[in-house]
């Protein structure tokens, strides 16, 4: 027998998903150049990484 399991979705699956778009359209439109854009579009996708190291820095020192 095929034993299948469905992962359903969590909240923060769609809050991951809209901070992307969200950083996305940020770092983009603030871009000056073609290049300045895609590594924005690089750092909309690692943005949680960001998130986390300037709480880490605030909080600690």
């Known amino acids: ?3 299948k399991t469905q992962k359903s979705g969590s909240a923060g699956d769609a ?3 809209l901070g992307l778009i969200g950083a996305a359209v ?3 439109s ?3 150049t ?3 854009g895609v590594v924005g579009f690089l ?3 690692v943005w949680p990484a960001f998130l986390v ?3 880490f820095k ?3 020192g």
């Open 26 to 28: 940020y770092f983009i």
């Open 15 to 17: 809050v991951y998903g």
């Open 58 to 60: 605030n909080l600690l």
């Open 43 to 45: 750092k909309a996708i």
């Open 34 to 36: 073609f290049w300045i």
């Open 30 to 32: 603030t871009a000056t």
């Open 1 to 3: 027998m095929c034993d």
């Open 53 to 55: 190291y300037e709480v």
